[in-house]
Each structure stands twice: as structure tokens, then as C-alpha cells.
């Protein structure tokens, strides 16, 4: 059976997407399932911003074949592990747990490289270019813990 995991973000045109490609990257596909999520709707559809895009391009990742999506309380159910991008997320996600088991799933994705500090992946929506850079590399270093974690079956 797949591991599967879950990467949530505001819109899920940024943040989500880029961490989803990324772990996608690192893992074995055939025994991880990734996908992402955003907590609000208005870009259920959509392709990611084009500024992820880019940024994952120039990276060697395609994540053009993405389309946003709204989390659901289905996705309890349908995850193993639910990653969100920043404090916000959290509180939307962990308002929609209906138990404790839910409640376990979900981590602010930062914790794996800054435990206990909550720190945020700060949404580049607004910001520049090096905005997506930097999330870039924050996403990826914390991608290469979960994978770590998933290939040796800490996580």
C-alpha cells in the first residue's frame, strides 16, 4: 500500500504545488502517492502560478500537469501525512480535524528543518521573482527530510 501524503497551501497555485513537485522528485512513485491541496477555492482548476512554474523548470521539474484543488475533510481519510505551508493553513486545516487520528496527520512542512519553531513558508503570491526562489529552496531542503523519512520508514 502507498504511502500518501498531502501538501497544503492557501490557493494551491504557489506554495503546494512546488512542495508536491518536489517531494514527487525524491521519493519512489510507486510506494509514494503526493498531491496537494489549497484551503481556499479560488483557484480549484487552475494550473499553478507561472512563477512556480518557472521556478520548478529551472529546477528540472514539470509541474505544469497540477491542478488546483480545494482541501476537503475527504482528504483525512485519503492522507497519511498532511503538510501545510504556514500557521494559517494550519488553524484551517486542524479546524476541519474531527478527531485526534485527524489531528496527527497534520505538520507545518517547516517543522522538519526548524523543529518546534513554527516557522512559515512565507506565501510568494505578491512578492518577486527571488520570493519564489527562496521558498523554492526552503520547500526542497525540507522535502529531502520527508523523503529521507519515507524511504527509510521513519515517516
Same mark, same amino acid.
Given at each position: 500500500?502507498?504511502?500518501?501524503?498531502? !501538501?497544503? /497551501? $492557501?490557493?494551491?497555485?504557489?506554495?503546494?504545488?512546488?512542495?508536491?513537485?518536489? $517531494? +514527487?522528485?525524491? %521519493?519512489?512513485?510507486?510506494?509514494?502517492? %503526493?498531491?496537494?491541496?489549497?484551503?481556499?477555492?479560488?483557484?480549484?482548476?487552475?494550473?499553478?502560478?507561472?512563477?512556480?512554474?518557472?521556478?520548478?523548470?529551472?529546477?528540472?521539474?514539470?509541474?505544469?500537469?497540477?491542478?488546483?484543488?480545494?482541501?476537503?475533510?475527504?482528504?483525512?481519510?485519503?492522507?497519511?501525512?498532511?503538510? %501545510? !505551508?504556514?500557521?494559517?493553513?494550519? &488553524?484551517? %486545516?486542524?479546524?476541519?480535524? &474531527?478527531?485526534?487520528?485527524?489531528?496527527? +496527520?497534520?505538520?507545518?512542512?517547516?517543522? #522538519?528543518?526548524?523543529?518546534?519553531?513554527?516557522?512559515?513558508?512565507?506565501?510568494?503570491?505578491?512578492?518577486?521573482?527571488?520570493?519564489?526562489?527562496?521558498?523554492?529552496?526552503?520547500?526542497? #531542503?525540507? /522535502?529531502?527530510?520527508?523523503?529521507?523519512? $519515507?524511504?527509510?520508514?521513519? $515517516?
Amino acid at each position: 500500500m502507498k504511502t500518501r501524503v498531502l !501538501m497544503v /497551501c $492557501l490557493g494551491n497555485i504557489c506554495r503546494s504545488p512546488l512542495a508536491e513537485g518536489i $517531494l +514527487k522528485s525524491k %521519493v519512489d512513485t510507486n510506494k509514494v502517492f %503526493v498531491d496537494s491541496a489549497g484551503t481556499g477555492s479560488w483557484h480549484i482548476g487552475s494550473q499553478p502560478d507561472k512563477r512556480s512554474i518557472a521556478i520548478a523548470r529551472k529546477n528540472d521539474l514539470d509541474i505544469t500537469d497540477q491542478r488546483g484543488r480545494q482541501f476537503s475533510e475527504k482528504d483525512f481519510d485519503d492522507f497519511d501525512h498532511i503538510f %501545510v !505551508m504556514d500557521n494559517s493553513n494550519f &488553524r484551517d %486545516v486542524m479546524s476541519m480535524a &474531527r478527531n485526534d487520528e485527524d489531528r496527527k +496527520k497534520v505538520h507545518l512542512i517547516l517543522e #522538519e528543518i526548524f523543529p518546534s519553531e513554527n516557522v512559515d513558508v512565507p506565501d510568494p503570491y505578491h512578492g518577486g521573482e527571488q520570493g519564489f526562489e527562496n521558498v523554492y529552496m526552503m520547500l526542497d #531542503e525540507a /522535502c529531502e527530510q520527508i523523503a529521507e523519512q $519515507l524511504n527509510n520508514g521513519t $515517516l
